[in-house]
């Protein structure tokens, strides 16, 4: 597995749009974007067109700060 940072926005009633940028661990870009997607969307209650992501960059396990992410890529 590989560790991604996901930054991107989503809806929010209270403000226009709310930034988030996350860490995950999948095996390639389009899994990282499917587990984002899904992640945020039950966590908030938001459709998947209400999420945007802005970028995906693969990080070094040096740069990871997640303890779940650090663990599920092995370091």
């Known amino acids: ?3 991604f940072r996901i930054t991107g ?3 929010d009633p209270r403000q226009i ?3 988030f940028c996350i860490e995950m661990a999948a ?3 389009d899994a990282v974007k499917e587990k ?3 992640t945020i969307g039950s966590k908030h209650k ?3 067109w209400q999420i945007n992501i802005a ?6 396990g040096d740069e990871v700060t997640n303890p779940v992410v ?3 890529i092995g370091e």
Do not use: F, G, N
Request: charged share 25%; aromatic share 8%; proline share 7%.
């Open 17 to 19: 749009q709310q930034p």
């Open 46 to 48: 938001l459709k998947r």
């Open 9 to 11: 926005s989503y809806a």
């Open 27 to 29: 095996a390639d870009v």
């Open 36 to 38: 984002c997607l899904s």
């Open 70 to 72: 650090k663990y599920q």
């Open 1 to 3: 597995m590989k560790a």
């Open 55 to 60: 970028d995906v960059t693969e990080i070094p």
